[in-house]
């Protein structure tokens, strides 16, 4: 099979087309035969080894030579112990565990995938696996309700984009910070007021209820500064410093302030990310897919998201011509 491979951490020119086997899966697990695979700002960490967490696994080389955890197709085989799909099914999920999602087949996890719901093509599925459960999780709870202010930090891009639509649907004031590029995507999605983190500090902007961070780089009493008494901030990612300051000063000034400072710790899976197709398919969350690119174009789409330019997400179709036949035959007549 085909599949995009690299052997050492750097930017896109380390990436190469190559010649693979196609992989056994093993008794939970799930060959799936790619049609899509949206691309994470995790795989842009992981191909530069940067910031520090994302060599977990791997500290000199990657662990996995193959990027792409979330994907969408149809399953080609099981393993013995695999209940819950069948040859034929059509499945999507977040397999960030062991990744392989930029080739035509890959192996997953039977915990990680659910099966794609007919609303969805495989190009829409792909997209919602992570950026859904970050979005999902990110903005739950009493922080992103009536009349609250919730201010999201890297709002243009793929769990932002769906961030912005879940707080202005659960009636909270929604500020949106991305750059300059971006500010106009942010108002389509729904958000009150923009920021260009180029021209503004947005932690001088508020004070807000709810401020969930995308791209963490700021100093915790910054973000202190940025809420109300009571308020709660949530980083997803961002320099290893900032997340360890996050983890330690933050506590403290929890406990110290009411103001509640901390890192969000993800939950996965299928049950963190299906009800956001739910409310897709309710006509409540748009998705948006920025750009598509086939699988010898996967250095381009890794850069695009990478350098901050994608505006919502961005697909790598490696069935291109399935996806557009599933997406005609789900049309209304």
Not at 142 to 171: E, R, T, Y
Not at 272 to 282: G, M, Y
Request: charged fraction near 20%; aromatic fraction near 6%; glycine fraction near 12%.
């Amino acid at each position: 099979m085909k599949a995009v491979v690299y052997d050492r951490y750097g930017g896109p020119e380390v990436l190469s087309i190559a010649e693979v086997a196609i992989p056994s899966p093993g008794q939970r697990q799930v060959l799936v035969r790619v049609h899509a695979t949206s691309v994470n700002i995790s795989d842009w960490e992981c191909l530069q080894g940067t910031p520090l967490y994302a060599r977990i696994g791997g500290l000199r080389s990657p662990a996995r030579q193959v990027l792409g955890s979330d994907i969408a197709g149809r399953v080609e085989a099981v393993g013995s112990g695999v209940t819950r799909f069948r040859p034929g099914d059509e499945v999507y999920g977040d397999n960030l565990d062991l990744k392989g999602g930029f080739a035509e087949y890959a192996v997953a996890s039977e915990s990680a995938l659910a099966l794609e719901p007919e609303s969805l093509t495989f190009a829409e599925a792909s997209t919602l696996p992570q950026a859904a459960a970050i979005a999902l999780q990110g903005t739950a709870g009493a922080g992103a309700g009536p009349g609250k202010s919730v201010l999201i930090n890297g709002a243009g891009g793929g769990s932002g984009s769906f961030a912005i639509q879940l707080a202005k649907s659960a009636g909270a004031h929604v500020t949106g910070v991305d750059n300059v590029s971006k500010l106009e995507f942010m108002r389509c999605l729904g958000a009150d007021e923009v920021i260009d983190y180029r021209a503004q500090d947005f932690t001088r902007a508020g004070p807000y209820d709810l401020v969930l961070d995308l791209v963490a780089h700021r100093s915790v009493f910054a973000y202190r500064r940025a809420l109300v008494r009571g308020g709660r901030y949530r980083c997803v990612g961002g320099t290893t410093r900032a997340l360890l300051r996050v983890v330690t000063v933050g506590a403290l000034i929890g406990m110290t302030t009411g103001r509640r400072v901390g890192v969000l710790a993800v939950k996965l899976g299928p049950a963190h990310f299906t009800p956001l197709a739910e409310r897709h398919a309710a006509g409540h969350v748009d998705i948006h897919i920025d750009r598509r690119f086939a699988l010898d174009e996967v250095s381009e789409a890794l850069a695009h998201v990478g350098e901050g330019h994608a505006l919502g997400k961005v697909v790598v179709e490696i069935a291109r011509e399935r996806d557009t036949a599933r997406a005609t035959r789900k049309s209304p007549v």
